[in-house]
Each structure stands twice: as C-alpha cells, then as structure tokens.
C-alpha cells in the first residue's frame, strides 16, 4: 500500500507553531494548491490543503515560512476524527509533511534557499553579483550559479 503525496503551492497565512503537553513541537498551516483547470469564467481555482509537521521541521518551519511563500510539501495524508463541544463527531483530512522545501528565498534574510527533512534542514546560500534582488538585472550576461543550486 502506498499514501504519498507531493503539493506545490504558497501559504495562506503564517505557520501557527504549538506544542503538546510533553513538549513536542507542531506547526500547522495551509497550502493554496492551482488546479490545472479553469472554471467556465477563465479564472483558475485552487484547493486549500491543511498541512502538519512535527518536531524540529515543524520549529524550521515556523521559522522561516511566511503568508505568500512558494513551499514545496512530501508527505501522507491522514484522515482522523474528534467530537466537537456539540458532540458530533468531525473528520479532520490533511497532509502531514516529512519534507518541506521553501521555494522561494527570504529577501529579509539575505537571499537563499532553506529546506526542511525529516528532524533537521538544511540551508544553502547562492551566489548573486551585487546587491540587486533581481536575477536577471544583468542584461542576458552569464550568472555564477554553483551546480548544487540546479534542480537537476
């Protein structure tokens, strides 16, 4: 059996970082996913994912991922259930991530791109000439990019 899933999309508001009563770090926040269609209207729709991580990935994550931020999530879905004040019984479905990779760098931070796996991140620093936040300021001369900043 497999429940895998992989989501690329930007967060809808800041990660929201609690931890249980035996000091267990876990951060929630949402995912807006497009979908590759359009509606009757030509406006393109997207799914709100609610996304989970724990533990060190989850502080990482509190961190340095902010409202608007392209986020890459790995992970499994998981359907659980409480009953609410009223006593009904509501079913939760979300994703809860292994790896998180942040898509974008934080220009507050100085430019680079931080990810998160498993209990630990890593972080890695690209090279730009000058201080310009734009890429391709450079009018079509070559950029020093390192083989470790290619996606492929």
Same mark, same amino acid.
């Given at each position: ?10 967060? #809808?508001?800041?990660?929201?970082? *609690? ?6 770090? %876990? +951060?929630?926040?949402? $995912? =807006?996913?497009?979908?590759?269609? #359009?509606?009757?209207?030509?406006? *393109? ?6 996304? %989970? +991580?724990?533990?060190? $990935? =989850? ?94």
């Amino acid at each position: 059996m497999l429940n895998r899933v992989i989501l690329i999309g930007r967060l #809808t508001r800041d990660p929201e970082l *609690r931890y249980t009563p035996s000091g267990v770090a %876990v +951060t929630q926040f949402t $995912l =807006a996913v497009d979908r590759n269609f #359009t509606s009757q209207q030509g406006q *393109r729709e997207a799914d709100f994912i609610p996304i %989970v +991580t724990w533990r060190q $990935l =989850a502080e990482t994550c509190a961190n340095y991922l902010r409202k608007g931020r392209l986020t890459a999530v790995e992970g499994r879905i998981q359907v659980r259930s409480y009953d609410n004040n009223e006593g009904r019984r509501v079913y939760v479905t979300e994703v809860v991530a292994d790896n998180v990779r942040f898509l974008e760098s934080n220009r507050s931070e100085g430019g680079g791109s931080y990810g998160g796996q498993g209990d630990g991140y890593s972080r890695s620093e690209g090279q730009r000439a000058g201080n310009n936040d734009d890429p391709f300021s450079d009018d079509g001369r070559p950029i020093d990019i390192s083989d470790d900043d290619l996606p492929f």
